[in-house]
Structures are given as structure tokens and as C-alpha cells.
């Protein structure tokens, strides 16, 4: 059965950090690519951050570069995203997801398996 669970979220005042995880079973983590969405109320779900097979290779939403880092851990099948600077209009429900193939990593609707997300809100 997959299953892709997040947890880290909460709350926190602006300025603040938070470090969010993915804790995946039931595929072979290795083989997808991972990113994290977000959507705030009343608003579409956004890419935030992707990583490639190895962890070599990042990609970020523009409202997020330079405050957020993806990461992974093929061996303990984990994926995080470490978030610094936090700002109001970062808050949101945060997504974990997987991606095989070769498709556009920061295109949700390419996306196989999506975690039901953890809430983070950021207080000004």
C-alpha cells in the first residue's frame, strides 16, 4: 500500500523555521522524483520545492528560493524540506508527492502518490 505521511507542520511567528518530513513506504522510493506543494485557502496548489532521484539536484518555487532546501534519504526513504524565514503568506497545507518518469517536475498533475499534508501557519 503507498503511503506518503507528513509531519513537522504547526505553527510558528514570522521570521521562524520549521522543518517538514515525508515518510514514504509502499514503492520503490528510489525510482521517483519527490517534490512538496502547498495551498493556501482560497488558492491553488503551488510548487514549492522538487528533488531528483539522488538528491543531486534541487528545483524551487520563486517565492521560496533562498529561504527553503529540499532534501532526501534513500535509505531511510524520507524526503524534508527545511523552511527559514518564514513569512505570513507562507502559510498553507503542505503536500508531499511522487513523480516517476521524466516529466515536469513542478507540474502537480504529473505526480503518482501525494501525502494528505500538514499544516504549517505562520504568525505575524
Known amino acids: 500500500q503507498v503511503q506518503l505521511v507528513e509531519s513537522g507542520g504547526g505553527l510558528v511567528q514570522a521570521g521562524g523555521s520549521l522543518r517538514l518530513s515525508c515518510a514514504v513506504s509502499?514503492?520503490?522510493?528510489?525510482?521517483?522524483?519527490m517534490g512538496w506543494f502547498r495551498q493556501a485557502k482560497g488558492k491553488e496548489r503551488e510548487f514549492v520545492a522538487g528533488?531528483?532521484?539522488?538528491?543531486?539536484?534541487?528545483y524551487y518555487g520563486r517565492s521560496v528560493k533562498g529561504r527553503f532546501s529540499i532534501s532526501r534519504d534513500n535509505a531511510k526513504n524520507l524526503v524534508a524540506l527545511q523552511m527559514n524565514s518564514l513569512k505570513p503568506e507562507d502559510t498553507a497545507i503542505y503536500y508531499c508527492?511522487?513523480?516517476?518518469?521524466?516529466?515536469?517536475?513542478?507540474?502537480?498533475?504529473?505526480?503518482?502518490?501525494w501525502g494528505r499534508g500538514t499544516q504549517v501557519t505562520v504568525s505575524s
Open positions: 509502499g514503492f520503490t522510493f528510489a525510482n521517483y522524483r
Open positions: 508527492a511522487a513523480l516517476s518518469g521524466y516529466s515536469n517536475i513542478k507540474t502537480m498533475s504529473e505526480y503518482d502518490y
Open positions: 528533488v531528483n532521484w539522488y538528491g543531486t539536484y534541487t
